[in-house]
T-cell receptor, first 114, second 116 residues
Framework: DTEVTQTPKHLVMGMTNKKSLKCEQH?????MYWYKQKAKKPPELMFV???????INESVPSRFSPECPNSSLLNLHLHALQPEDSALYLC?????????????FGEGSWLTVV | GDSVTQMEGPVTLSEEAFLTINCTYT??????LFWYVQYPGEGLQLLLK?????DKGSNKGFEATYRKETTSFHLEKGSVQVSDSAVYFC???????????????FGQGTRLTINP
């Protein structure tokens, strides 16, 4: 099973709302990622968690707040977003050992900020 | 820094045509290379990968060979189907300096449309 599950699939939120995106994997992967993908562009890395600790923050604005409650779950808390934050948000996970590790992506959460 | 360059799209072919999508990379060392596919409205799926020079990755009739002498990883398929219509991303894995954490560097993506 190489499945990364993301909820919700679609989210519409106002600029003053607080919402969260959720991600779950049961592959025993200890690295988890958030990517942002705008239309017709490749995904851009936002955050990396390794062994439940935030390892990389690619200079993401503080209105995006990641959380890794345990080794299977990853959340992205959203607050005071802007319309330009509308995008597909992809969660991913990977093993933390061996060369050639594959990063497995979820189906994504489509976010629209109004 | 590391980078990936893909042939620009969009690419439009007829069913059963031969497909090549070019991908070249710039990196220190010998990174693992990947092709991901994104069908309309969906996330990214791993299509194939290669971890060392001369490795050939293959899946669903698609193939790509890791060529270190030309720093290339071109995607090929002998006979495409309408269901292959999607965006294809070439990517390489680059070190992050953090234990257990990887980073993918993506090409810009190539949109492929197959007409019946």
């Amino acid at each position: 099973d190489t499945e990364v599950t993301q909820t919700p699939k679609h989210l519409v939120m106002g600029m003053t709302n607080k919402k969260s995106l959720k991600c779950e994997q049961h592959m025993g992967h200890r690295a988890m990622y958030w990517y942002k993908q705008k239309a017709k562009k490749p995904p851009e890395l936002m955050f990396v968690y390794s062994y439940e600790k935030l390892s990389i923050n690619e200079s993401v604005p503080s209105r995006f707040s990641p959380e890794c409650p345990n080794s299977s779950l990853l959340n992205l808390h959203l607050h005071a977003l802007q319309p330009e934050d509308s995008a597909l948000y992809l969660c991913a996970s990977s093993p933390t050992r061996d060369r050639g590790n594959t990063i497995y992506f979820g189906e994504g959460s489509w976010l629209t900020v109004v | 820094g590391d980078s990936v360059t893909q042939m620009e799209g969009p690419v439009t072919l007829s069913e059963e045509a031969f497909l090549t999508i070019n991908c070249t990379y710039t990196a220190t060392g010998y990174p693992s290379l990947f092709w991901y596919v994104q069908y309309p409205g969906e996330g990214l799926q791993l299509l194939l990968k290669a971890t060392k020079a001369d490795d050939k990755g293959s899946n669903k009739g698609f193939e790509a060979t890791y060529r270190k002498e030309t720093t290339s990883f071109h995607l090929e398929k002998g006979s495409v189907q309408v269901s292959d219509s999607a965006v294809y991303f070439c990517a390489l894995r680059t070190p992050t300096g953090v234990q257990g954490a990887q980073k993918l560097v993506f090409g810009q993506g190539t949109r492929l449309t197959i007409n019946p």
